[in-house]
């Protein structure tokens, strides 16, 4: 049996009340149980937003924090950050889905590579439906397919020279990077913080995929779980525009 430290998984919503619940369920559903939730909102005005928060307000393996006002999200994740007293912190989205295994798997990984950062695979969602196809999906954990350090840091490094995304590893049925990240609490007390973007420190668009890219090339201590772990939602509040320069 792997060993199991506690994982703090931080989500940070702003008006994503239609998508919260379910985002919230896919994380207190997994097959990991050593986990608590810090669930931080961002000044939402959606009255979707507030009839969950007060659904979940009582939970015990749920810690809220309340921001009366928007600061956006770079700054809701350092906040959630120092409230975290766990070794292991997982930043999830408040619009997207964890598959069931997914803590389970990037804590074997960790272990088996001696790592302090791993991401995953994610899916491309258009729906709905289509999240909720990937739902149910699980994997034989037992013979885990990872990619160790050394080849990690060399294909971000070559993601770097040649995409202005930075996946790491970008297979036929779905992507490595993003938010399907889990990563050793002390890289963030050490410094490694989410920054905004106008200070110009981001060398990515989007807070998570800035930090799994300077951790994985600063650090070199970045492992990959190669299996879909995490449904992306594509929606109105993704930055492709921004990505593409628009």
Known sequence: MIEQPKVTVIIANYNHGQYLKKSIESIRRQSYKNFNIVLIDDGSTDPLTKEVLTEYAWEEDIEPIYNSENKGKWAVLNQA???VTA????IHDADDIALEQKIEAHIKVLMQHDSLHSVAGFYHCFSEENMMEHWNTKFDLSNIESIG???TYENCR???LNSNIGHYVVSPDYEIHGGACLFAT?????GLKFTPPDMKLRIQKAEDSD???????LLQKTSVVKLPLYCYRRNTSTNDAWLRGL
Request: proline share 4%; net charge positive.
């Open 81 to 83: 950050l120092e409230t």
């Open 87 to 90: 070794p292991y912190v997982m």
């Open 149 to 151: 350090h050394k080849e």
């Open 158 to 160: 070559n993601s770097r």
């Open 186 to 190: 002390q890289i963030w007390r050490d």
């Open 211 to 217: 930090l799994n890219t300077k951790i994985t090339l």
